[in-house]
């Protein structure tokens, strides 16, 4: 017999829309998004391993080649693309959701869900990658701060908002399967 109500997981309703995640580098995207798909049965993708195939290049290779102004451009065409395909739970790079143009996307084909780690997270689990070119500099942590402060005003239009600091990825994956659903059935918007 169950003794807590939190423990169990709520069955997830079903997705006709893509679930289209945002937040900072570090928030989780693609470790949630993977756990996402399986319990939604759905394909997982991550915008950036795309981006790469597309561009020939990892994401610091292609950062140093075009510069961020053309790699967002081409980050907002693969958007396009891959929202425009079949329904999936899509982990978005951090700078994607700045895009007007796929914003407007996301809006018309997806469910946006903002993972809003706190920031002390963010750079707990981004500490020592080299593979994040906006953070290869001598103060990540600062770089970290000043990009969500920026960014934040785009994340926060997203359909569903979850914040989190300390939860474990079972309590994240209770509460995102049960905001997805309150969202779908009309019970709740935002944070």
């Not at 914003?103 to 997806?110: D, G, H, T, Y």
């Not at 953070?135 to 926060?156: C, G, T």
Request: proline residues 3%; charged residues 25%.
């Amino acid at each position: 017999m169950l003794k807590k109500k939190e423990t169990v997981l709520h069955f997830p309703y079903p997705l006709d829309r893509t679930l289209f995640l945002v937040g900072m580098m570090g928030c989780g995207k693609s470790s949630l998004g993977r756990r996402l798909a399986r319990i939604y049965s759905i394909p997982f993708i991550d915008a950036d391993d795309e981006i790469e195939k597309a561009g020939g290049g990892d994401i610091c290779y292609l950062f140093q080649r075009y510069g961020e102004s053309d790699f967002r451009r081409i980050e907002t065409r693969i958007m396009q693309r891959l929202l425009a395909g079949k329904v999936c739970i899509l982990a978005s790079g951090g700078g994607a959701f700045i895009s007007e143009e796929t914003r407007k996307a996301v809006a018309r084909r997806a469910v946006s869900v903002f993972l809003d780690a706190h920031v002390d997270t963010l750079i707990r689990n981004t500490s020592g990658r080299t593979h994040r070119p906006l953070l290869n500099v001598d103060n990540p942590a600062q770089v970290i701060s000043e990009l969500l402060n920026q960014r934040r005003r785009f994340y926060e239009q997203a359909d569903i908002c979850v914040k989190y600091k300390e939860e474990t990825m079972g309590q994240l994956l209770r509460i995102l399967v049960t905001r997805i659903n309150q969202f779908a059935t009309g019970e709740t918007h935002g944070a």
